[in-house]
């Protein structure tokens, strides 16, 4: 069912855990449809990603999303950061099963409400961020695609 | 990473050796269509008719009431569709419970499209469906009640004999899902006041694809198939000759063992549950704790999503199964979980372990150990126990 590359993402996820005192933190989606992701990133005064972690409450798939998640933001600007969509993160795990798409729409919703508190912290705005949305399933047009699956 | 912990007979069984020995002439030698008149067809057809006996028998029925089906899910449509057609005169209701097999539920809600009224009756905690509920759903135009004997995610056995009474005395039809129950509780369809019986061979060491619909005799229903003229008009298609003949052997060695194999069963998932209740914190026991199939344990694990944990004990070499939505496809836990009042986030953690007459204590003891160590390595990564602990520290 699963790719080897979100079997290895969930059975030896990166960067599980919290960060003490973190620069933003998003927590989205909802126990009701079974997925809860917690982003946590450390960004240094030059806007770049030191570190990410994550805890998720959710499937393979979602538990795999995450772990790729914070291994694409890592290192990266918050600029670039944005650039994780769903699509980067199922395309960087081999594909996902189509009812699993919504776990890479969450991945990436989970990234956008950590900046989110970032820029709310640090009273600044991060352009093309827009407010993320608690649940993802009431985000309409997300793009949903299953490629490489 | 070799040996395999099978943990999942609620879904299906292994087919018995003796059970197989006996199927296969019927594959090599004596493949004739009993239907055919030829002398080479009689053996196939006194096959088919002593594993009518034998099924009959079991559950104190006539042989001449037992129709064979392509399986479980068949004879629930059968039942629940031919008596909305053929008591449409009488009324259009129909009565069941919210814990049903999808069988049974997807069928009431396509008659309800096609003009049928149907009650879901609420179950209790445990996901007992009361009689005076059954009685107090019942309206003049109440042509059907149908109650599972035993429920296949948390293993509640339903007062099937006490609601079969209320039937009787309301001159209602009364049909019951057996099919985790068959083979595995006593059953007998006179004292039960049971009109319909649906059962299902793989759920009981026979092969897959072939159960029966018992009909008590004198009832109108029709034939659900239409084709050939085989049993006695009302079920049309070649018959699974072999099938059949496994079911009849795999039933005969259920009967002759059910005691003594329900004992040592009940025994080792007493076991499963006390280790598991003691050992993991923040679970529960879903379905009553002694009111339950022998092989069936249910539970939820606080924090943590039932497809992850599938995985992990998969990779352990051990087959379960849970209600969790994931594994499903489906946006929403299980309906049973669902309907015992659990609420979303902790019917995510469900797992179901259902056991054999060849499970063993080592097997379950390691499962349990395994359990253990996945649970507390799902609940690290849950974003859900972090709020918990740090709510409670």
């Keep these: ?149 | 990473m070799s040996r395999l912990i099978y943990l999942d007979n609620a879904a299906t069984t292994q087919v018995e050796p003796e059970v197989l020995d006996a199927m296969i002439p019927y594959f090599t030698e004596y493949y004739g269509n009993p239907s055919a008149i030829y002398t080479f067809a009689g053996k196939a057809k006194g096959a088919i008719e002593e594993a009518r006996k034998i099924l009959a028998e079991g559950i104190g029925a006539r042989p001449e009431e037992i129709f064979f089906t392509g399986g479980g899910s068949e004879s629930d449509n059968w039942a629940i569709k031919a008596t909305a057609e053929a008591y449409a005169a009488k009324g259009h209701h129909i009565i069941t419970s919210k814990i049903e097999h999808h069988a049974v539920l997807h069928t009431a809600e396509y008659l309800e499209k096609n003009g049928c009224e149907v009650t879901y009756l609420d179950v209790d905690e445990n996901g007992l469906v009361s009689p005076e509920a059954v009685k107090a759903a019942i309206r003049p135009d109440t042509i059907l009640i149908s109650i599972m004997m035993a429920n296949n995610e948390i293993g509640t056995i339903e007062p099937v004999r006490e609601i079969g009474a209320v039937a009787k005395e309301n001159g209602i039809l009364f049909h019951t899902d057996a099919v985790q129950a068959f083979g595995h509780l006593p059953i007998n369809v006179e004292e039960m006041h049971i009109d319909m019986l649906s059962a299902s061979a793989h759920k009981l060491n026979g092969p897959k694809g072939v159960g029966f619909l018992y009909i008590r005799r004198g009832l109108k229903l029709r034939s659900f198939l239409h084709g050939g003229a085989q049993e006695r008009q009302r079920r049309a298609g070649t018959h699974n000759v072999a099938g059949i003949v496994g079911m009849g052997k795999a039933a005969e060695i259920a009967f002759r063992e059910m005691e003594k194999r329900s004992a040592y069963v009940t025994e080792l998932r007493n076991h499963l549950i006390e280790r598991v209740l003691a050992e993991v914190p923040y679970t529960r026991l879903n379905g009553d704790r002694w009111n339950r199939l022998p092989g069936n344990a249910s539970f939820c694990f606080r924090f943590i999503e039932g497809e992850s944990l599938l995985i992990l004990l998969d990779q352990n070499g051990i087959c379960a199964s849970s209600g969790s939505a994931c594994t499903s496809g489906a946006l929403d836990p299980s309906h049973v979980l669902l309907a015992i009042g659990l609420p979303h986030e902790i019917a995510h953690g469900s797992l179901r372990i259902s056991l054999s007459g060849k499970t063993t204590k080592e097997e379950i003891d390691f499962t349990v150990d395994r359990i253990k160590e996945i649970v507390e390595r799902l609940r690290n990564m849950s974003p859900l126990y972090e709020d918990f602990v740090k709510k409670n520290a």
């Design chain 1, 1 to 149: 069912m699963y790719s080897e590359k979100v079997m290895d993402h969930f059975n030896n996820p990166r960067n599980v855990g919290e960060i003490e005192q973190p620069s933003g933190v998003g927590t989205v989606g909802n126990a009701k449809c079974g997925d809860i992701m917690r982003i946590y990133l450390d960004i240094d005064e030059n806007g770049v990603i030191q570190d990410a972690k994550f805890k998720t409450f959710g499937c393979g798939a979602a538990v795999a999303t995450s772990s790729m998640a914070t291994e694409l933001v890592k290192g990266k600007t918050v600029q670039e950061a944005l650039q994780v969509t769903n699509k980067a993160v199922m395309e960087a795990l081999d594909g996902l099963p189509p009812v699993k798409v919504h776990c890479s729409l969450l991945a990436e919703e989970a990234i956008h409400a950590a900046l989110w508190d970032y820029a709310e912290k640090n009273h600044i705005q991060i352009e093309g961020l827009e407010k993320p949305v608690a649940d993802i399933e009431e985000k309409e047009g997300a793009e949903e695609t299953t490629e490489g699956y």
